[in-house]
């Protein structure tokens, strides 16, 4: 999280956003009409067609001029380009208190970024033109990727671009708003750009009239989050610590795992009661939940429950020692996260037990914490704390779980996807309101939670 601020990335439309680029496209679009025979749009004209690139704006210009054919756009297309090209800056002004905006926000340490529907080519020349070439830390135009805003993957991709985190977006028309809609994520819009429409129809999460008011707009959408819940509580704040990023909900505590965990828990509409649920380690954003929606059939335990003086009830299990003596068939669900690291014993035997002791439709949802691009190692002899801590990240872990081999480890016992992918499960917008951080989307992590049925087990007897 960018220091005192509440977004890591901040990113920007470029058309009537941050440059009045109006007369540089009027003068262009102009002059492939002239070419084509046809009377030239007024200025006031063309800042209403810009915002879905360099085509759609001839496209346009055709159309209120005469005709519009495919024949006619082919032929005066790069007539515009060429001339674009040549003149992209001559006209085009930033607008008022900008640089100063920009400054602000990157001496916060937030990441800047243009999500354009101009063409990448273009887009980067006029941001070159306007002397820019160094301040943006990420581009994406309208032929980036094989979509264009409204889409959210191109205002997704910039923000990736910039190494994720939190984020806004600035723009200038229902294109823009739509886009950040569609993402999730709080866009302001500028009252001075090319809008089509009154900015007060926009529909935007803030409206400023000046770039002297952006920092306060975006530092008061900080503190309002509105458009950020967590799925357990509801509570729409989160916390960090120092450099990281604010993913510790401020009403539960819970972090991104447990909000997964419940996200997953939900999804397989398991919150409901009447449940035989067994517990490990329970954590404090949990426990009372559960006990409340399971009542006696929520059994809450942990090798050492002096640990959890909030969860009333827990109980002692050593999983080396009572996995075996677990019951077949008992449990509608198997609950834990981040225990398998701390078992000394095999932790095959482990998980088998646990998946025995589901009934048939039970499920176990857990998650195991995987190292993205480590290798699994294990040493299940005396440790000095020291040496556990440099081998496997804590003192009381005896093994770790790597990505690169997943597939010959915990894939040997359950059936694993190849490629962990969140996406698969909910959609973008969900997980980011969700304050699910990008970087847990794809790929195996340590937050990654498994929902694993009877089915999954790859390990039956003779």
Not at 25 to 51: F, I, K, Q, S, Y
Not at 247 to 254: D, L, V, Y
Not at 365 to 379: A, L, V
Not at 395 to 401: E, L, M, P, Q
Request: hydrophobic fraction near 40%.
């Amino acid at each position: 999280m960018a220091a005192d601020f509440p977004f890591d990335v901040v990113a920007f439309d470029l058309d009537g956003t941050l440059a009045d680029t109006a007369p540089d496209l009027t003068a262009a679009l102009n002059h492939a009409l002239g070419a084509l025979g046809r009377p030239p749009v007024p200025a006031e004209d063309v800042r209403h067609m810009v915002g879905h690139g360099a085509r759609a704006l001839l496209q346009k210009g055709l159309a209120a001029t005469g005709e519009m054919t495919e024949a006619l756009v082919e032929q005066g297309f790069p007539i515009f380009i060429d001339h674009y090209l040549d003149h992209i800056a001559d006209g085009t002004t930033i607008f008022p208190g900008l640089n100063a905006a920009l400054d602000a926000l990157a001496a916060r340490g937030v990441k800047l970024a243009v999500c354009t529907n101009k063409a990448e080519k273009l887009a980067r020349r006029c941001i070159d033109e306007l002397g820019w070439a160094d301040r943006f830390d990420a581009l994406v135009g309208g032929d980036t990727l094989p979509v264009r805003k409204p889409d959210p993957s191109p205002l997704f991709e910039a923000i990736a671009r910039c190494g994720g985190g939190r984020a806004a977006y600035v723009g200038d028309s229902i294109t823009d708003t739509d886009t950040g809609r569609n993402a999730n994520i709080p866009t302001v819009a500028v009252s001075f750009g090319f809008s089509d429409r009154p900015p007060e129809q926009l529909d935007a999460t803030a409206l400023i009239h000046h770039f002297d008011d952006l920092i306060p707009t975006l530092e008061r959408l900080g503190q309002d989050e509105q458009w950020m819940r967590c799925p357990i509580c509801g509570s729409a704040h989160f916390e960090g610590t120092g450099a990281k990023p604010r993913i510790t909900c401020a009403g539960c505590g819970s972090n991104v795992r447990a909000r997964l965990l419940w996200m997953m828990l939900e999804r397989e509409g398991l919150l409901r009661p009447g449940l035989r649920v067994l517990h490990f380690a329970p954590e404090a954003c949990f426990a009372g939940r559960f006990r409340e929606l399971w009542g006696e059939g929520y059994d809450p335990v942990d090798f050492d429950p002096s640990l959890f003086p909030h969860v009333p009830g827990i109980r002692a299990m050593d999983l080396v020692r009572d996995a075996a003596a677990l019951p077949s068939g008992h449990y509608d669900l198997i609950i834990h996260s981040h225990v398998m690291e701390h078992i000394p014993g095999n932790v095959t035997a482990v998980l088998y037990h646990l998946h025995r002791a589901l009934k048939p439709e039970g499920k176990q949802i857990c998650c195991i914490p995987i190292i993205r691009d480590g290798h699994s190692s294990e040493d299940l002899g005396p440790l000095d704390p020291a040496d556990a801590t440099a081998r496997f990240g804590q003192d009381d872990h005896v093994r770790r779980f790597g990505g690169r081999d997943v597939q010959q480890t915990l894939g040997m016992i359950f059936r694993l996807p190849e490629l962990y992918d969140l996406t698969k499960t909910f959609d973008e917008p969900t997980l980011i309101r969700n304050n699910i951080p990008r970087v847990v989307w794809q790929g195996w992590c340590p937050s990654s939670v498994l929902v694993l049925g009877k089915e999954d087990l790859l390990l039956r007897g003779a």
